[in-house]
């Protein structure tokens, strides 16, 4: 099967221009989650959804940051404006079980770093 | 809340032998699940091996097997023969019963030498 598809790869921008990131999942797989990992730490939770509606956001910076996934399949995560601490990976990953599959491993795609200069 | 320690920055193993990277965590949840990911320096995350908590066996995969003690809350994740292609960073992580929210620790970097 295919994996968790992620785009840019890379990306470089100056603080306070707005970025956008895409996501799509392993087909079949309702919760889709986005990740920062900054480096040299592990990856912290952004946002998890499950089909179309959001799960969890508690960790996502709100004033600056913003995801949705309108059809329950793809999404896109912004921010705007950036800052020079957004500086990280942003990792997308999906799972095929919604809240009682905790044995199922995330999949995850290989990342957008991104570059705030 | 749920909380991952990894204790060491990082390992050194000689190619071949067997090498032990520690993960400790805290829940006050009885029903969790604990995962070992991989991520190479390329960057993308290789789930390795889990283990539930009602599980009454250790986990094992390959050459991956995980040391689980429920009582002292650790799942420490043992690789043996390694290869220089086990040259990565190790993760440790967690997710509850009642969330799908995997909480990930600081990570280990791993370099294997010849």
């Known amino acids: 099967e295919a994996g968790v598809a992620q785009s840019p790869r890379y990306k470089i921008i100056e603080k306070r221009q707005s970025v956008a990131f895409w996501c799509n999942p392993i087909s079949g797989h309702a919760t889709l989650y986005w990740y920062q990992q900054i480096l040299g730490q592990g990856p912290k939770l952004l946002i998890q959804f499950q089909n179309n509606g959001v799960v969890d956001d508690s960790q996502l910076p709100k004033d600056r940051f913003s995801a949705e996934r309108l059809k329950g399949v793809d999404s896109t995560l912004k921010i705007q404006p950036a800052k020079l601490e957004d500086s990280a990976v942003y990792l997308c990953?999906?799972?095929?079980?919604?809240?009682?599959?905790?044995?199922?491993?995330?999949?995850f795609g290989n990342g957008t770093r991104l570059t705030v200069t | 809340a749920q909380k991952i320690t990894q204790t060491q920055p990082g390992m050194f193993v000689q190619e071949k032998e067997a090498v032990t990277l520690d993960c400790t965590y805290d829940?006050?949840?009885?029903?969790?699940?604990l995962f070992w990911y991989k991520q190479p320096s390329s960057g993308e995350m290789i789930f390795l091996i889990y283990?539930?908590?009602?599980?009454?066996q250790n986990a094992t995969e390959g050459r991956y097997s995980l040391n689980f003690q429920k009582a002292r809350k650790s799942a420490n994740l043992v690789i043996s023969a390694s290869q220089l292609g086990d040259s990565a960073m190790y993760f440790c992580a967690m997710r509850e019963d009642n969330t799908d929210k995997l909480i990930f620790g600081t990570g280990t970097r791993l370099q294997v030498f010849p």
């Open positions: 283990q539930g908590s009602y599980d009454q």
């Open positions: 829940t006050s949840d009885p029903s969790y699940g």
């Open positions: 990953a999906s799972s095929p079980k919604g809240t009682t599959g905790m044995n199922s491993p995330l999949h």
